[in-house]
């Protein structure tokens, strides 16, 4: 599954941003999608997932009741949404694509997006 993400960019603490996903594959509503996040010098965690239905989804503590994820099946594409943006939220951000339910679990991905950098000034 191609995947593309992008709107990353710089922010202000408290900021907010959206992230998008996009596939290029016609069999998008098959998967649930996941979004993962890379600091520097640290390794990949879950941030995100959300169901192939898009009528579940979870999150990870440290986002909870700030980020929200959605999708588009029609447009074949994911979304993040950032709100009240800290500077610890600054990493790389991957979307993912998981044949597994629900998954919090990097391993059982199997396609990932290039990754978008956001950056959360203090």
């Known amino acids: 599954v191609p995947l593309q993400a992008s709107g990353g960019g710089l922010v202000q603490a408290g900021g907010s941003l959206r992230l998008s996903c996009a596939a290029s594959?016609?069999?998008?509503?098959?998967?649930?999608m996941g979004w993962f996040r890379q600091a520097p010098g640290k390794e990949r965690e879950f941030v995100a997932v959300?169901?192939?239905?898009?009528?579940?989804?979870y999150y990870a503590d440290s986002v909870k009741g700030r980020f929200t994820i959605s999708r588009d099946n029609a447009k074949k594409t994911v979304y993040l949404s950032m709100n009240n943006l800290q500077p610890e939220d600054t990493a790389v951000y991957y979307c993912?694509?998981?044949?597994?339910?629900?998954?919090?679990?990097?391993?059982?991905?199997?396609?990932w997006g290039q990754g978008t950098l956001v950056t959360v000034s203090s």
């Open positions: 959300i169901s192939w239905s898009g009528g579940a989804t």
């Open positions: 594959t016609r069999t998008f509503s098959a998967y649930d």
């Open positions: 993912a694509a998981s044949r597994k339910a629900l998954s919090r679990n990097l391993i059982e991905y199997s396609d």
